[in-house]
Structure formats: structure tokens, C-alpha cells
């Protein structure tokens, strides 16, 4: 192993970060730019500091990405695997970007890494960690467990979640209505659109904290992966001696005290990707599914950040796109079923099946031509 190859990845990895900053950036913001209470500017500049602020904060996801899907006793995490599984996660990103559909850079990161995995190790099924089980079950390890469970489940906490909050804002205000006299004007659309546009504020920034917290963690797992795979095979011992913060430590893979440098990199780079905004995919979750107002942006917003919160400090790496999609639909449907543009919800639900299979055959189409070249490791 090459230190050039280590260097490759650390590029590639924070190119995927960059790109997943603003590819994932419409998730924190989107409902907050449709309701016009920031502009897109504003949003975005929230987001990039919130963001920034959640990336710093915990590494159970970092820790579940480094060494809970893939077995190295069965295939050794070489630079050319990891390059071709953010190659591959990277690759689905800007087709899904491109066509403005909210996809999961999570689970196109996941899906590289399996699919990489897997055609490195001659095929063998045994290079991915599909199922460990413990006992919590968040305990346990493997697709199952920390994908594939999480993928149907949190969605459908979100929209359900989002569903019953809005119902409960909604019955609220049709119980002031009914109270009269300044209760009942205290419930008047301009003075609840002011009010719930004040506190859509506070709903955005938690989404951008707990999007932080998940989605940058999963680039820090992965370059702590490398980082010890490099150093294990001595890639690392020619760095200058004012390097050496570079050494990543043993418990950055078993502890998952994820080395500073790492952590502050990724926070960094995913921060300036989120100023670069993502437009394409704020027009289809704001615009496209449902019409929205500071009221509904302000649950579906609140719904997201808990199941992003509580997911994150339980090492789950689930996706932000699924959730706060989910919970736009939760918050859309209490309003009314065909308040959902349902036949945006199909395209953004075939986008979210594809996404683990498709990155996945890309990253297996990238090793196995790799190897066609000569490549042995």
C-alpha cells in the first residue's frame, strides 16, 4: 500500500462528503426555503453552520460504518476497494442530483462499500457482515440490523410521527377557533403562520444538527478504516514527524473515539458543500410533494431531527432523505390524503430502492474492472 493510494482515498472520501453536503443539504432545508420563512441563502448558510456543529458531535455512526458491515478477516480494506466503493456511492449521488430526486447518500455510501466488498473478495457472501445479532438489537452488527431494518422502519416512524403531530397542531388550532375572543384570534392564519415561521427556525437548525451527526460520521468511518488499514500496513511510517496526528489509534475502529483531525476534516468539508445548496432536490421535497406552510414545515422538521437524534446516538446509520421525506408525507396526508403529490412520492420511492443495489453494482463493476487491469489486492 501506497502512501499516494492513502492520499486518493482521503480525496475521494471528502469529495463523497463535499458532495453529500449539498447533495443532502434540500433534507435540512427544504421545508424551511418552501415555506419563505429564510431565503435560500439564509437556509443554507443555517444549514452549513448546523451541520458543521452535528458533525463534531458523537462517532456511534462512524464506528458502525468502520467495522459493522464488513468482515476483514474475509477481505482485507484495501485503498482501491474504498475508492471504488465512494466511487461508487459518489457516482449514484450525481444522477440522483441531476435528476432532483432525494435518494440516501447514506445508503449509496453503504452500497459501495458492500459492492466493493464483495467483488474483493472473489464473490464470497461472506465479506459482508449481514446479520450479528445482541441483545439490545441495536446492539447488533451487520445489513440487517444497521440498514435494512432501519431503512423500512424509520421511514415509517417519520411519516407516522409526523402524521400525529401535525393532527394534534391541527386539532389545536380548531379548539382555539372554537374558543373565541383572543384565543380564537391567536388562531387566525397570519398569526399562526408568523408564529410557527419563528419557531421553523428552531426546527431547521435541530434537522441540520442531527443531519450533521449521521451523515458526516459516515465519511469518518470510513476514512478511519483506511487511515488503520494504511498504518497497519506501514503506509504511514515515512510521514514527516509533524504528521503524526495522522496515526489513527486502535479504538478509532473498537472505541469508536474517532481521531479529532477526522472528525474536524469531514465537519468541515460536508459544512462547505451544504453552502454550495442543492436546489434541484429543495424543488421536489418543498415544492413537488406537498404545499406547505411554516405550520407543516415546522413538524415535519421536528419529526425528522428526533428520528435523526435518536437514531445517531444509537450508532443507526439511516437516511436524512428518508426521514424528513417521510415525515413531509406524514405532515402532508393529516392535511389531507391528496394533499401528497403521490406520484412524486413513486419516483422518490424507486430512488430509494435503487440506491443500496445500483451504487452497489457500480462499485462491483469498478473492483472487477480494476482487477481485469492488473490489480491483485
Not at 421545508?31 to 452535528?54: I, Y
Not at 411519516?159 to 384570534?185: E, H, K, Q, T, Y
Not at 476514512?223 to 504528521?243: K, T
Not at 481521531?259 to 459544512?271: E, F, G, H, T
Request: glycine share 10%.
Amino acid at each position: 500500500m501506497s502512501l499516494t493510494l492513502v492520499i486518493a482515498v482521503l480525496v475521494i472520501a471528502l469529495v463523497f462528503e463535499y458532495i453529500n453536503g449539498f447533495h443532502d443539504t434540500a433534507n435540512s432545508i427544504a421545508t424551511v426555503v418552501a415555506t419563505k420563512v429564510l431565503s435560500p441563502g439564509q437556509a443554507v448558510l443555517l444549514a452549513a453552520l448546523t451541520n458543521l456543529l452535528g458533525a463534531m458531535l458523537g462517532t456511534a455512526v462512524a464506528k458502525t460504518i468502520a467495522s459493522g458491515l464488513i468482515d476483514t478477516t474475509v477481505v482485507a480494506v484495501t485503498p482501491e476497494l474504498i475508492i471504488c466503493a465512494l466511487l461508487g456511492g459518489t457516482l449514484w449521488n450525481l444522477l440522483t442530483w441531476w435528476l432532483g430526486l432525494p435518494s440516501s447518500s447514506s445508503h449509496a455510501l453503504i452500497g459501495g462499500l458492500c459492492g466493493a466488498a464483495f467483488a474483493a473478495s472473489g464473490s464470497h457472501w461472506d465479506a459482508i457482515i449481514w446479520s450479528q445479532p445482541a441483545s439490545p438489537w441495536y446492539a447488533g452488527k451487520g445489513l440487517l440490523w444497521k440498514v435494512i431494518a432501519p431503512m423500512v422502519t424509520s421511514p415509517l416512524i417519520g411519516f407516522v410521527v409526523g402524521f400525529v403531530l401535525m393532527g394534534l397542531l391541527l386539532a389545536l388550532l380548531s379548539f382555539m377557533s372554537d374558543a373565541g375572543g383572543a384565543i380564537a384570534r391567536a388562531a387566525r392564519p397570519r398569526t399562526v403562520n408568523a408564529v410557527f415561521g419563528k419557531l421553523q427556525i428552531f426546527s431547521a437548525s435541530a434537522m441540520g444538527v442531527a443531519h450533521g451527526t449521521n451523515d458526516a460520521q459516515k465519511t469518518m468511518g470510513i476514512i478511519a478504516l483506511a487511515m488503520v488499514s494504511a498504518q497497519a500496513a506501514g503506509a504511514l511510517d515515512r510521514l514527516p514527524s509533524w504528521l503524526g496526528f495522522l496515526h489513527p489509534s486502535a479504538a478509532a475502529l473498537h472505541d469508536g473515539a474517532i481521531d479529532v483531525w477526522i472528525k474536524l476534516v469531514c465537519a468541515i468539508v460536508m459544512a462547505a458543500g451544504t453552502a454550495a445548496g442543492g436546489w434541484r432536490i429543495i424543488k421536489t421535497l418543498g415544492h413537488k410533494t406537498v404545499k406547505l406552510h411554516p405550520i407543516n414545515g415546522f413538524a415535519a422538521e421536528l419529526t425528522g431531527a428526533a428520528v435523526l437524534g435518536v437514531t445517531s446516538t444509537l450508532g443507526i446509520p439511516v437516511s436524512t432523505t428518508h426521514n424528513i421525506s417521510a415525515a413531509i408525507m406524514g405532515v402532508g396526508t393529516a392535511k389531507r390524503a391528496n394533499a401528497v403529490r403521490w406520484t412524486v412520492v413513486e419516483r422518490m420511492v424507486w430512488a430509494w430502492i435503487l440506491t443500496i443495489p445500483v451504487a452497489g453494482a457500480i462499485a462491483y463493476a469498478l473492483v472487477t474492472g480494476l482487477r481485469l487491469a492488473g490489480w491483485s489486492g
